[in-house]
């Protein structure tokens, strides 16, 4: 059979929303001004630069200033944790969880062998973190909390909103990586005091190369790239317009679609869920049953291995995940699921399921038809059944 024809890895990446494409087009043509410039050319450039801030900006209740254009989410989350770094040397102590994504993990890890001090929060077996933990621990004006808004393995939340009001009356910074959260969860940076927030394109129906780094007013980081006055001084580089109006444009999509879309959503995503665990044996879902994003479901099916599930599904047309698209390729389970406690027969073969608003129900009952087939055949022929647990 030819490529995938059913998409459920949209926690991967996303489609470009043919709106999105759209209003990109003209900034490879007739609008290829440099928005820095004074003349004709960069001025109506400029002025679409503004737009797609505002638009970003609206999506998370910030103000257009707040709002810095970047590479990706992986930059962003640098720019939060380098640049803090920066600014506080070795008296910084970041507070970080052990499932986060590397993009933020690795970084912490980076700059824990360069001085910084580094708290890896464990996880509950829901994969959930109690903000009262957050009561117990030493925070300063040096520290710097970042904990993703979700998880992109289980959709888990973190309740950053809560966390956030202890880590500021405790004198702290707050970032969040929001990479999975924005455009699908309300987001209201009025009322939720968190100071830095990575979002990331692809995620939301923007193409790939564009994130944004909210900066709270007032809030000092140091920049990663220096140069030009690009970005407020923050971030240099001529801006990549056509990607600026590109995720401008998916985020006012997100805005207007994100209620009626959600219950959408959720209702597919709890028809496969419920299906999947009632009709395949040994199936269990991984992470909190509520708590978490309404587009993703990630289940294990016991003594199987995740990869051989992966291809066939490819082979009946069906694209899904086990963990990250960053940790396929190895056969271990991933650091989300280990943080987790999950035992190793079922962390093998955790796949992660995640829906769009592009997902049908025709998909949907395609997937149930499908799964307890595979599941059956490939527990028929597994090397682990009749093992003992690796616990
Ligand atoms: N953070 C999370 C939670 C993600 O899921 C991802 C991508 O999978 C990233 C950060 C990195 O985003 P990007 O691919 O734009 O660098």
Known sequence: MGAPLIYLD????????????????????????????IHHFGGSVHRSIDRAREQVAQLIGASAEE??????????????????????????????SAVEHPAVRN??????????TLVELEVDPQGCIDPAVFDQLPIDEHTIVSLMWANNETGVLFPVEAIAVKVKARGGTMHTDAVQAAGKLAIDLRSAPIDLLAISGHKLHAPKGIGVMYIRKGVAIEPLIHGGHQEAGIRAGTENVPYCVGLGVACALALKHRSEENGGIRRLRDRLETELLSRCA????????????????????????????????DESGIAASSGSACTTGSLEPSHVMRAMGIPYTFAHSSTRFSLSRYTTVHEIDRVIEVMPGIVDKLRSISPFVGKESHG
């Open 10 to 37: 949209n926690n991967a990446t996303t489609m470009v929303a043919p709106e999105v494409i759209e209003a990109m087009m003209p900034f490879f043509g007739e609008q290829w001004g440099n928005p820095s410039s």
């Open 282 to 313: 040994g199936a269990k879902l991984n992470g909190h049953k509520t708590q978490r994003l309404s587009n993703t479901t990630n289940i294990s099916f016991e003594n199987i291995e995740g990869e051989a599930i992966l291809l066939h599904l």
């Open 107 to 116: 970084t912490a890890r980076y700059l824990k062998e360069r001085g910084a």
């Open 67 to 96: 709002i810095v254009f970047t590479g990706c989410g992986s930059e962003s989350d640098n720019m939060a944790l380098k640049g803090f770094f920066a600014a506080h040397g070795n008296q910084t102590r970041i507070i970080t």
